[in-house]
C-alpha cells in the first residue's frame, strides 16, 4: 500500500507542475483558430510568400550571405515563433536592419559571403536567442520602451539610407565602394562612365514593374512578378552566356542543422553583432506585436513573444541562416490581405518549402540586377518620411534625436547608431524631468475657482498664500531648481508673502536628494515666518515622506487631499505653540 504523501507535499507539486506549464508551449497566436477565418488566413499566407520571397532573398545581399539563406528565415524560424510567439500577427523573418547590422560588425572579421562569415551570423542568431531568452526569464520586455519612437524612426531610416546608398551601385552594374552613405553615392557617381548599360536597362524594366503593379493595384506581387519574369526572360536569352550577372548556384531541399563554429578571436564581434541585434529586435519587434494587439484590442504578452523571438533565433543559427526578427512591412502584408493569426504564416512557411524542394535551380537564372534593385527600393521604404515630417511639426527636439541618428547609422555605423540614439532618448528625458512644466494657482476672473497660470511674480491663490504645482517626480537633478524656483517666490519684491501650498498631486516619487531639500526648504519658510502645506492624494507618497521626517518636528508640514483645504488651513490664524 502507497505511503500517504506527506502535509504540504500535493500543493508543492501541484505549484512545480503550474511553474513548469508556464514555460511549454502554448500557440496563442495559433489558437484558437476560427472556422470562418481560415480561408483568409490561407489567402493571406499565400499572398505574404508572394510578396516577402523576393524581399527576403534581396535582403542576402544586405547580409551578404547566399540567396537561400534568405529563404530558410521563412521556415523553422516562422514556424518557431508561430508555435511558441503570443502575437497572432507578428511576420518573423528577415529584416533589412539586423541584417545591415551583420555585415557592418563581421564584415572585418570574415570575408562577406564566405562559409566562415556565413557561420558567424549564425552564430549571432544563437546569440540574439540567447540574450532573448534572457530577457524573457527576467521579464525585461519592458526594456523596448527605452528606445524611443523619434529613435526608432532614425535607426530603421538610417539603415534605409545605408542600404539604399550601398545597392545604388548594383543597379549601373558596379562593384561597391566606399563605408559610408555619402561616400558610396560619390564614388558611383563618379563611375557612371563605366556603367553596364544592360544591368541598368535590367534595374529600369524592374522598376518601371514594380511602380505600374503599384498604381493598379498595391496588393498586385510586383517583386514576384519581376522575379518571375526576369528568370524567364534570362532563360530565354541566355542572359549568363551574354556576360550578365546571375546568382548562380542555388542549393535545393532542406536546410540541415549544424552548430555554428567560432574561433576564440571571433567571440567578440560575434557578442558586439548579436547584442545590437537583440535591441533591435526587441525594439521592433515589441512595438510591431503591442500596435497589432491595440488593434484588435487583443492582450500583448511581450515576455512570451521574447520566447518565440528566442526560439525563432535560435531555429535559424542551427539552420543555416541568420538573425531573424519581427517585420512591420510583412506584418501590414498579412494584415491587409485580411489574415488574423499565425496560421498565415505557416501557409507562407509551407509555400517556402515547396520552392526549397522543387523549385530552386530557376533561382540560380535571376540576374543580379534584379536583387539590387529589390534591395533599393527595400532602403527607400526604410525610410520614414511621414514619421520624419511629423516630428518636425510636432517635436522639434526629438526631430533632431532622429535626424543625428540617421545620420550617425548611415555615415558610421548601426550599432554606434542605436548608442547614440538611446543615449540622446535618455538625454531627451532626463532634460523633461529636469525642466518640468511648473505653474501657480490664481483665481478664476468669475471668482468661480482656481485655476493653473505661468509662474509669474505676484500671482497669489488668495492674498498672502500662494499654490505652487510642480509635475514631475521630484529627484537629486531637479531638487536644486525646485527649491530656487519657490524661494524666489516667496522672496519676490514687494510682496507679503504668509503661506505656500505645494501642489505634489503631480508628484510620484521622491528620493533621499529630493527629500532633504524639501526637509531644508520647510525649515528656511519657517524661519522667514511663511507656513506651509502639502497636496497629494497619494498614501504611498504621504508615508514616504513622512519617513524621511517631513511630518515631524516644530516646523512640520501638512498635507492635504486639495489645494483649496491647504489654503483655508493656512489662511486660518496659527494655533499657540505646545
Not at 488574423?340 to 512557411?349: D, V
Not at 550617425?408 to 532618448?425: N, R, W
Not at 530656487?484 to 528620493?511: K, N, R, Y
Request: aromatic share 6%; proline share 6%.
Amino acid at each position: 500500500m502507497p505511503r500517504p504523501a506527506p502535509p504540504g507535499h500535493s500543493s508543492e507539486l501541484q505549484r512545480t507542475i503550474v511553474d513548469l506549464g508556464a514555460w511549454l508551449p502554448r500557440p496563442t497566436g495559433l489558437l484558437p483558430l476560427r472556422r470562418d477565418q481560415v480561408a483568409a488566413d490561407v489567402l493571406a499566407g499565400l499572398t505574404l510568400a508572394a510578396l516577402a520571397i523576393p524581399e527576403v532573398m534581396g535582403y542576402t545581399r544586405i547580409s551578404q550571405t547566399p540567396v537561400i539563406t534568405g529563404l530558410y528565415t521563412m521556415l523553422l524560424p516562422m514556424v518557431a515563433f508561430a508555435v511558441l510567439g503570443a502575437s497572432r500577427h507578428l511576420v518573423v523573418a528577415a529584416d533589412s536592419a539586423t541584417a545591415a547590422i551583420l555585415v557592418a560588425t563581421l564584415g572585418g572579421v570574415a570575408p562577406p559571403g564566405s562559409a566562415s562569415y556565413l557561420g558567424l551570423t549564425m552564430a549571432v542568431a544563437v546569440g540574439v536567442a540567447l540574450f532573448l531568452l534572457l530577457a524573457a526569464l527576467l521579464r525585461l520586455g519592458f526594456l523596448a520602451d527605452f528606445l524611443s519612437r523619434s529613435a526608432l524612426i532614425g535607426l530603421l531610416s538610417g539603415i534605409g539610407v545605408q542600404v539604399a546608398a550601398s545597392e545604388l551601385a548594383g543597379l549601373f552594374g558596379l562593384p561597391r565602394q566606399g563605408q559610408g552613405a555619402v561616400q558610396q553615392l560619390l564614388a558611383t557617381l563618379a563611375r557612371l562612365p563605366q556603367s553596364r548599360i544592360d544591368h541598368l536597362l535590367v534595374a529600369l524594366g524592374v522598376l518601371g514593374l514594380i511602380a505600374v503593379c503599384r498604381r493598379l493595384d498595391r496588393r498586385l506581387p510586383g517583386a514576384l512578378i519581376a522575379v518571375s519574369g526576369s528568370i524567364l526572360v534570362s532563360a530565354l536569352l541566355d542572359f549568363p552566356g551574354r556576360g550578365l550577372d546571375v546568382v548562380g548556384a542555388v542549393p535545393g531541399g532542406l536546410p540541415h542543422l549544424v552548430l555554428p563554429v567560432v574561433a576564440p578571436s571571433q567571440w567578440n564581434a560575434v557578442l558586439v553583432s548579436a547584442a545590437s541585434c537583440f535591441v533591435v529586435v526587441l525594439a521592433q519587434s515589441s512595438a510591431t506585436a503591442r500596435a497589432y494587439a491595440q488593434r484588435y484590442r487583443e492582450r500583448s504578452l511581450e515576455n512570451v513573444d521574447l520566447v518565440g523571438l528566442a526560439s525563432a533565433n535560435l531555429a535559424a543559427g542551427l539552420s543555416g541562416t541568420f538573425v531573424v526578427n519581427g517585420s512591420p512591412t510583412k506584418t501590414e502584408m498579412v494584415d491587409a490581405a485580411g489574415g488574423r493569426s499565425q496560421l498565415a504564416h505557416l501557409t507562407a512557411a509551407a509555400v517556402v518549402l515547396l520552392v526549397l524542394l522543387f523549385f530552386t535551380r530557376p533561382l540560380e537564372l535571376l540576374p543580379a540586377a534584379v536583387l539590387s534593385t529589390i534591395v533599393f527600393l527595400i532602403g527607400l521604404k526604410l525610410i520614414d518620411w511621414t514619421g520624419l515630417r511629423e516630428l518636425w511639426r510636432l517635436q522639434r527636439n526629438e526631430f533632431l534625436i532622429a535626424l543625428a541618428t540617421v545620420i550617425t547609422v548611415a555615415q558610421v555605423g548601426v550599432m554606434p547608431g542605436i548608442l547614440l540614439a538611446v543615449v540622446l532618448s535618455l538625454i531627451e528625458q532626463v532634460r523633461h524631468t529636469y525642466r518640468p512644466r511648473t505653474c501657480l494657482w490664481a483665481p478664476r476672473a468669475d471668482g468661480t475657482g482656481l485655476h493653473t497660470v505661468p509662474v509669474a511674480p505676484g500671482v497669489f491663490a488668495v492674498p498672502g498664500i500662494l499654490a505652487y504645482r510642480f509635475e514631475a517626480n521630484l529627484f537629486y537633478a531637479n531638487a536644486n531648481r525646485f527649491t530656487e524656483e519657490v524661494l524666489a517666490l516667496v522672496t519676490q519684491p514687494g510682496a507679503i508673502v504668509e503661506g505656500l501650498v505645494v501642489d505634489a498631486s503631480g508628484i510620484d516619487d521622491v528620493d533621499y536628494s529630493a527629500a532633504k531639500a524639501l526637509l531644508e526648504l520647510r525649515d528656511r519658510l519657517a524661519g522667514s515666518g511663511v507656513r506651509s502645506a502639502l497636496v497629494t492624494n497619494s498614501r504611498a507618497m504621504v508615508e514616504e515622506l513622512h519617513r524621511f521626517g517631513l511630518g515631524r518636528g516644530p516646523n512640520s508640514m501638512g498635507t492635504f487631499g486639495s489645494v483649496p483645504e491647504a489654503i483655508a488651513q493656512l489662511s486660518c490664524p496659527p494655533g499657540p505653540e505646545s
